[in-house]
């Protein structure tokens, strides 16, 4: 780097172009957005046929093509910024430096040397340059020492300069190698297919650039550490758009984990996460060899012939099973989400918002049927044990249903229901269901993420919402009341082992708005009352469909423990009542 391309560097050049790609970007996120919540949808509601799925997995391409080509112009666009604000830095040293340079009387040469006019005991003047890299402590005492005692004032003030724009320089240099690779990586193949490969190098380039990027990410609004709902909305609210760009780009899973963000944002940010680790699981499962073909055979003992495995398959169980099996479960969790998405018109199914996603551990996934931010009525599912991310599609189909019917039931008024596995749920009935901490730990963020729908609100205007929970989600959510303030109108308890509190007017619900349903068949209920949730914190064993509790108890014709969201049943009918606010219509038990 030379003092003549620094100096003539425009920083505004790159910004400009920066905007450019931000601009082209969301013109192909509006391109998909139009794609998938308009014309697929359309054509999904009105049309069947063999033109019509063709037609459908066309538009399904081209949608990818938009939010990848929206996903690396956003890339792009904080490149550039980032690359601009880092050279722009070193320029105003350096200008800094030549205009103090001229101030004193001082000549600055092309590379970099600082020329001083005689004075001082001196006849002459001279020239200095600055060194390249940082001197040790000492080196700089013994540098200064040195200046001092020249018989030329202007020698000293020449040093500085010249070390000043060496530094700048320097910095310069060092953000041009920086950035350079990370530009030139910034390049999709020269096919139009949008493959799992390209969103594995899309994961690789993010990482990149978060690398080349901290000056810059540092120099932007911070989001707040610990920070409450309403904190993260008003944070968001500040933010420039190339701000909103660089956070979007830089850290999606970040932007999208946040409640209080708008359900739109949230939803930009985790379809970018879900498309990556869809596919790397997706590479990472086509990389592990398959199981053989061959996996059982029948050995004879005595009479009886046993089927055991093949000794092939005990072999590619011990070294792959584990993973293959991860990966599996990993896998059908992130497609159930995408086939939501690819649902959208469906009997008029309204669009889906991704509220949370993250594929660590058992997985956990919040995702919405129509918009929250806008619904005059919100239900939000909680689901029980066994949950996780590779069961993800149970909860959606569920929450599809109430929409379905409280959609209906809301005469006019719009409606969201929200499928919420947000928490480490007990993984087995036995050995996990029993013990509360499941609830206690996951109970914060079930709270944070119901003030986040309202403080998303941007309008200000009020809400409808309900709380499902479900089986031990109703542990859950008395948990979450019991250790603060659970913000709902109403609460339906399903098929609950107990919910940690002994009356229903605990649930912070207003009075009277607190409803149950229990299935014949279902033994979990009883299950609560011998110790799988049941014990609440006064010592009773007290679940909701007992009377004491003091819920309303709803009329349920379902059989089981899973059957309370099949269609066309009265359980399923009172729920969406309940969400719909048409009390009056909800039919009880005798």
Same mark, same amino acid.
């Given at each position: 780097?030379d003092l003549?391309?620094?100096?003539?560097?425009?920083?505004?050049?790159y910004?400009?172009?920066a905007?450019?790609y931000r601009?082209?970007?969301?013109?192909?996120?509006?391109a998909?957005d139009?794609?998938?919540?308009?014309?697929?949808?359309a054509?999904?509601?009105r049309l069947?046929g !063999?033109?019509?799925t063709?037609?459908?997995?066309?538009?399904?391409h081209?949608?990818?093509?938009?939010?990848y080509a929206q996903?690396g112009?956003?890339?792009?666009?904080?490149?550039l910024?980032?690359?601009?604000h880092?050279?722009g830095?070193?320029?105003?040293?350096?200008?800094?430096a030549?205009e103090d340079?001229r101030?004193?009387?001082?000549?600055?040469g092309a590379?970099?040397s600082v020329?001083y006019p005689?004075g001082g005991?001196?006849?002459?003047?001279?020239t200095?340059r600055g060194t390249?890299?940082p001197?040790s402590p000492?080196?700089?005492?013994?540098?200064?020492?040195s200046?001092e005692a020249h018989?030329?004032?202007h020698?000293?003030r020449?040093?500085?300069l010249? #070390?000043r724009?060496?530094?700048a320089?320097?910095e310069?240099a060092?953000?041009d190698?920086?950035w350079a690779?990370?530009?030139r990586a910034l390049?999709?193949d020269d096919d139009?297919?949008v493959?799992?490969a390209?969103?594995?190098?899309?994961h690789t380039d993010?990482s990149g650039l978060?690398?080349?990027?901290g000056?810059?990410?540092a120099?932007?609004p911070?989001p707040?550490?610990?920070?409450?709902? #309403?904190?993260n909305?008003a944070?968001w609210?500040g933010?420039t758009?190339?701000?909103r760009?660089?956070?979007?780009?830089l850290?999606p899973?970040? $932007?999208?984990a946040?409640?209080?963000?708008?359900?739109a944002?949230?939803?930009?940010?985790n379809?970018?996460?879900? %498309?990556e680790h869809?596919?790397?699981?997706?590479l990472?499962l086509d990389?592990v060899?398959?199981p053989p073909?061959?996996?059982?055979?029948?050995?004879?003992?005595?009479?009886?012939?046993t089927?055991?495995?093949?000794?092939?398959y005990?072999?590619? #169980?011990r070294?792959?099973?584990?993973?293959?099996?991860?990966? #599996?479960?990993?896998?059908?969790?992130?497609?159930?989400?995408?086939?939501?998405?690819?649902?959208?018109?469906?009997?008029g199914?309204?669009?889906?918002?991704?509220?949370?996603f993250?594929? !660590?551990g058992?997985g956990?996934?919040?995702?919405a049927?129509g918009n929250?931010?806008?619904?005059?009525?919100q239900?939000?599912? $909680?689901?029980g044990?066994?949950?996780?991310?590779?069961?993800f599609g149970e909860?959606?189909?569920r929450m599809?249903n109430v929409?379905r $019917?409280a959609?209906?039931e809301a005469?006019?008024?719009?409606?969201s229901?929200i499928a919420?596995?947000?928490?480490?749920?007990?993984?087995d009935v036995?050995?996990?269901?029993?013990?509360?901490?499941?609830?206690?730990?996951g109970?914060?963020a079930f709270?944070r993420?119901?003030d986040g729908?309202?403080a998303s609100r941007?309008?200000?205007s009020?809400?409808?919402?309900?709380?499902i929970g479900?089986?031990?989600?109703?542990t859950?959510?008395?948990a979450?009341?019991?250790?603060?303030k659970?913000?709902?109108?109403?609460?339906?308890?399903?098929?609950?082992?107990?919910?940690t509190?002994?009356?229903?007017?605990e649930?912070?619900?207003?009075t009277?708005?607190?409803?149950?349903?229990?299935?014949?068949?279902d033994?979990?209920?009883d299950?609560?009352r011998f110790g799988?949730?049941?014990?609440d914190?006064?010592?009773?064993?007290? $679940?909701p469909?007992?009377e004491?509790?003091?819920?309303?108890?709803?009329t349920t014709d379902?059989?089981?423990?899973?059957g309370?969201w099949d269609?066309?049943?009265?359980?399923?009918? %009172?729920q969406?009542?309940?969400v719909a606010?048409?009390y009056?219509?909800?039919?009880?038990?005798?």
């Amino acid at each position: 780097m030379d003092l003549t391309t620094l100096k003539t560097f425009r920083p505004a050049e790159y910004e400009d172009a920066a905007d450019a790609y931000r601009a082209t970007g969301d013109i192909a996120g509006t391109a998909k957005d139009t794609i998938d919540q308009q014309v697929a949808a359309a054509l999904r509601d009105r049309l069947e046929g !063999e033109a019509a799925t063709a037609a459908l997995v066309q538009l399904k391409h081209l949608s990818r093509n938009f939010h990848y080509a929206q996903t690396g112009c956003g890339l792009v666009s904080t490149a550039l910024n980032g690359f601009a604000h880092d050279m722009g830095a070193a320029r105003r040293k350096l200008m800094a430096a030549l205009e103090d340079a001229r101030a004193a009387g001082c000549t600055v040469g092309a590379d970099g040397s600082v020329t001083y006019p005689a004075g001082g005991d001196a006849p002459e003047g001279g020239t200095v340059r600055g060194t390249d890299g940082p001197a040790s402590p000492m080196a700089a005492a013994l540098y200064r020492q040195s200046a001092e005692a020249h018989p030329n004032p202007h020698h000293g003030r020449a040093l500085e300069l010249a #070390q000043r724009i060496a530094d700048a320089l320097a910095e310069a240099a060092e953000a041009d190698a920086r950035w350079a690779p990370r530009l030139r990586a910034l390049r999709a193949d020269d096919d139009l297919t949008v493959s799992h490969a390209d969103w594995k190098d899309a994961h690789t380039d993010r990482s990149g650039l978060r690398a080349a990027a901290g000056d810059y990410l540092a120099s932007l609004p911070q989001p707040p550490r610990g920070g409450t709902p #309403q904190d993260n909305a008003a944070w968001w609210q500040g933010l420039t758009a190339e701000q909103r760009s660089a956070w979007l780009s830089l850290h999606p899973a970040l $932007v999208g984990a946040m409640d209080g963000l708008p359900a739109a944002v949230r939803d930009e940010a985790n379809r970018v996460v879900l %498309n990556e680790h869809l596919a790397r699981t997706r590479l990472a499962l086509d990389a592990v060899p398959e199981p053989p073909a061959d996996r059982w055979t029948w050995t004879t003992t005595g009479l009886t012939p046993t089927r055991t495995p093949t000794p092939e398959y005990l072999a590619w #169980q011990r070294e792959h099973g584990e993973r293959y099996l991860a990966l #599996q479960n990993a896998l059908k969790g992130m497609e159930s989400i995408q086939r939501r998405f690819d649902q959208t018109g469906e009997r008029g199914l309204p669009e889906a918002y991704l509220l949370g996603f993250d594929p !660590e551990g058992n997985g956990r996934a919040i995702i919405a049927t129509g918009n929250p931010d806008t619904a005059h009525h919100q239900a939000v599912y $909680v689901p029980g044990t066994t949950s996780n991310l590779s069961s993800f599609g149970e909860g959606i189909d569920r929450m599809e249903n109430v929409w379905r $019917v409280a959609q209906v039931e809301a005469r006019g008024e719009s409606v969201s229901t929200i499928a919420w596995y947000g928490y480490d749920a007990p993984q087995d009935v036995t050995r996990d269901a029993p013990f509360r901490h499941y609830a206690n730990d996951g109970a914060p963020a079930f709270r944070r993420f119901l003030d986040g729908m309202e403080a998303s609100r941007m309008d200000g205007s009020p809400t409808h919402r309900t709380v499902i929970g479900h089986s031990y989600g109703t542990t859950l959510v008395g948990a979450a009341a019991d250790r603060g303030k659970l913000d709902t109108d109403d609460v339906i308890t399903v098929g609950s082992p107990g919910v940690t509190v002994p009356k229903a007017e605990e649930l912070d619900a207003p009075t009277g708005h607190v409803w149950n349903q229990e299935a014949r068949g279902d033994i979990v209920p009883d299950l609560g009352r011998f110790g799988h949730g049941g014990h609440d914190r006064d010592g009773l064993w007290t $679940v909701p469909s007992d009377e004491r509790f003091g819920a309303h108890q709803m009329t349920t014709d379902t059989k089981g423990h899973s059957g309370y969201w099949d269609e066309d049943t009265e359980s399923l009918r %009172n729920q969406a009542k309940v969400v719909a606010g048409r009390y009056g219509s909800v039919r009880l038990e005798a």
